[in-house]
């Protein structure tokens, strides 16, 4: 091996990229919690869409997850 060979960088460090994982996480549980609530029957209207976890929960996981994902690309390293 050659003393010449440079490690490569990284835009971010590891604890920006596992920050990054976790609020990417959030933000597909956010959306797996808006799913469903349709209705089998297209002629009946379902009031499952309207539900607590449809409408408040999701979102504001969603937009949770979107700050974790924020703060993980304007975290400073310590180096």
């Not at 920006?16 to 089998?40: E, Q």
């Not at 009946?44 to 869409?49: I, L, P, R, Y």
């Not at 979107?66 to 180096?79: R, V």
Request: hydrophobic fraction near 45%.
């Amino acid at each position: 091996m050659k003393n010449n060979e440079q490690k490569p960088d990284f835009l971010f460090d590891k604890v920006n990229y596992k920050i990054l994982l976790i609020g990417l996480a959030v933000i597909a549980l956010g959306f797996i919690l808006m799913s469903g609530g349709g209705s089998d029957d297209p002629k009946v209207f379902s009031e499952d869409v309207f539900s607590f976890r449809r409408i408040r929960l999701a979102p504001t996981v969603v937009l949770i997850g979107f700050g974790i994902t924020i703060y993980s690309i304007f975290k400073k390293s310590k180096s």
